[in-house]
């Protein structure tokens, strides 16, 4: 763990379609992170995971970790990363070794996962992720930690995540072209449920379903392992676009009509009216159907949610067939920017047929009320991945910072 002025701190940058957050922590000896910086700045260049234009993309980043860096009052040089674009893929493979001393050790575990992630996959991919599922010892299934235990031969089953190497690259370029060291690369839904799903809840069974700006992020859990994760290239944007078409208006208008008035249940909404909206675009004063607005991010909703759902009953039929626990006892958890969206819980209710509940971040303390909202779910997750195994670098991961080099980086990101 790396340290300065005696603290343990960690930096999490999320890139996202919409904004780029940046979350300084501090880890607390009682594991929790007191939250002591953010920086937020609107995102540009990127769209659903993808760069499109570099150099802005380099400024969002620069303009965000500057925010943190004056509200934390340290200079940041490395950060865990975010990654999540609709290249994203999982695998759930197997691998076997037998058991060198008849006791399982270290290298027996190591080895039985580098087995199992051994698997072919396309060469424009490489693997992001090794999650382990379970561990089988000659005929005992369930083991979570097989260490110290004996037998002949050890199976392995895993969860893979794989990534496209040139999307990825990319973000690495960017990144290091700000001058910050990447520590890890953590796929967002993965770090979103490391912040609000807990142990209970992957053991009982449970699906997180990350709404962002440009993608959502499916994780399965059940009986405590990963079994599915997707990126579905559809989020928040595509119903700030039907809001744009369906009213003749544009897009910053129609994001505000989403956010101020935004509904995904006709049926629950009351008191509906006609909207008085002062176009961007040229000032002049619109009406718009309050009751229509509705019925537009209704029906995207449920086409949405309608593709999780597919992938869920795929998943646990699947799992059925192979004789494995495949319920979702502790139901769907929503996070992300959009999951905010008015009565979104009761129009996903009415598709899953499961309890649904809004997931905020846990175990965090300091700025709470900045935080603990949806849509930093990821950046918050990715303080959790904090075991940095990496031998410190010659400058601390952080420095004091000084006035005049605060006054000369605030010239120059400007």
């Known amino acids: ?53 570099l150099e802005s993309m380099i400024k969002c980043i620069k303009k965000s970790i500057y925010q943190a860096e004056v509200m934390s009052k340290h200079k940041i040089y490395s950060i865990n990363l975010a990654f999540s674009n609709k290249y994203i893929n999982y695998l759930n493979e197997q691998g076997m070794v037998k058991i060198k001393k008849e006791e399982v050790q270290k290298y027996d575990i190591k080895k039985v996962l580098n087995t199992a992630k051994s698997v072919r996959i396309n060469d424009k ?16 299934k369930g083991i979570k930690n097989p260490l110290g235990l004996s037998g002949i031969r050890m199976q392995s089953n895993v969860h893979l995540i794989t990534s496209h190497y040139n999307i990825e690259k990319n973000i690495i370029k960017a990144v290091e072209k700000c001058k910050l060291k990447i520590n890890k690369i953590i796929f967002s839904g993965l770090a979103s449920s490391q912040a609000i799903l807990t142990n209970e809840e992957k053991k009982l069974g449970v699906c997180m379903i990350d709404i962002g700006g440009g993608t959502m992020d499916i994780l399965i859990y059940i009986n405590g392992s990963l079994q599915h994760s997707q990126v579905i290239p559809y989020a928040g944007d595509i119903i700030t676009q039907d809001i744009s078409c369906a009213f003749s208006s544009s897009i910053s208008d129609a994001e505000k009509l989403k956010i101020k008035y935004g509904c995904a249940s006709g049926f629950l909404q009351e008191n509906l009216h006609n909207i008085k909206i002062t176009q961007s675009t040229n000032n002049e004063s619109k009406i718009l159907n309050q009751e229509k607005l509705t019925e537009v991010i209704e029906l995207r909703c449920i086409e949405l949610l309608e593709i999780v759902n597919k992938n869920i009953i795929n998943l646990q039929k699947k799992l059925k067939n192979k004789g494995y626990k495949y319920n979702l006892h502790s139901g769907i958890v929503l996070t992300g920017g959009a999951s905010k969206t008015k009565f979104l819980v009761d129009c996903a209710e009415r598709i899953f047929q499961l309890p649904v509940r809004i997931g905020y971040s846990k175990n965090i303390t300091g700025l709470i009320n900045h935080v603990k909202m949806p849509e930093y779910s990821t950046v918050v997750g990715l303080l959790h991945f904090n075991n940095i195994k990496k031998k410190c670098p010659k400058k601390n991961f952080f420095a004091k910072k000084n006035n005049w080099l605060y006054a000369l980086n605030h010239w120059f990101y400007k």
């Open 125 to 140: 991919y490489h693997i992001l992720h090794v999650i382990p599922q379970e561990y089988i010892i000659d005929e005992q």
């Open 1 to 53: 763990m790396i340290k300065s002025q005696n603290k343990k701190l960690v930096v999490g940058l999320d890139i996202g379609t919409t904004k780029v957050s940046s979350l300084v922590g501090e880890i607390l000896p009682n594991k929790e992170i007191n939250i002591i910086g953010l920086g937020n700045y609107p995102s540009k260049g990127l769209n659903k995971g993808e760069i499109n234009d």
